[in-house]
């Protein structure tokens, strides 16, 4: 089974709708981050969490926002959806600083 | 702040050639870490290999060594013996020492053709 899962893998939706992401990792790491990657560009840290009670905002964190409700779940919701959210999202964990991060498969979001 | 600039959109390599992926870092922190990352068509992120901003020694996994020119602050991928499963996007990142944020390069397209 893979380490880190994310649900759904693609979704579409319309403008205005309430969107939740949900990531799930059974690697029993602390760190999690929210990740999104639009087309021919890298990855954009949205949100990262250290712990169960520690929530930061990444550079792109407007129009977004996280619930860590366990140590292995972290989920990313739109709160209102717009078209240029439309992009592909990773959740990845790691164990501490200096360690690579493991991703996992990506979400494809589609906003009308 | 730090910044990973990646200056080749597109590469393309014979297969069983060496083809070098260029990565330039710019950060102020004297602690950090460079990682590079592939990611197929089939969309997923995948670790290849990490350089330590204090290691003496350039870094190696398998077909893939990092060119760590830390004087140039260049870190540049070195895939040997290209095969055509290794045609993919490439990335490079930084972890500074406050350690909070992996910042990404904009990538490098590579084909391996026969």
């Known amino acids: 089974d893979a380490d880190v899962t994310q649900t759904p893998r693609n979704r579409i939706t319309k403008t205005g709708k309430r969107i939740m992401l949900e990531c799930s990792q059974t690697k029993g790491h602390d760190r999690m981050y929210w990740y999104r990657q639009d087309p021919g560009l890298g990855l954009q840290l949205i949100y990262y969490?250290?712990?169960?009670?520690?929530?930061n905002k990444g550079e792109i964190s407007d129009g977004y926002s996280v619930s860590r409700q366990a140590q292995a779940k972290f989920s990313l919701s739109l709160e209102s959806a717009i078209p240029n959210q439309t992009a592909l999202y990773f959740c990845?964990?790691?164990?501490?600083?200096?360690?690579?991060?493991?991703f996992g498969p990506g979400t494809r979001l589609t906003v009308l | 702040a730090q910044k990973i600039t990646q200056t080749q959109p597109g590469m393309f390599v014979q297969e069983k050639e060496a083809v070098t992926l260029d990565c330039t870092y710019d950060t102020s922190d004297p602690s950090y870490g460079l990682f590079w990352y592939k990611q197929p068509s089939s969309g997923e992120m995948i670790f290849l290999i990490y350089q330590g901003s204090y290691d003496q020694q350039n870094a190696t996994e398998g077909r893939y060594s990092l060119n760590f020119q830390k004087a140039r602050k260049s870190a540049n991928l070195v895939i040997s013996a290209s095969q055509l499963g290794d045609s993919a996007m490439y990335f490079c990142?930084?972890?500074?020492?406050?350690?909070?944020?992996?910042?990404f390069g904009t990538g490098t397209q590579l084909k391996v053709e026969l």
């Open positions: 969490s250290f712990d169960v009670k520690d929530i």
């Open positions: 990142a930084i972890l500074t020492g406050g350690g909070n944020k992996l910042t």
């Open positions: 990845a964990t790691d164990r501490g600083t200096y360690n690579e991060q493991f």
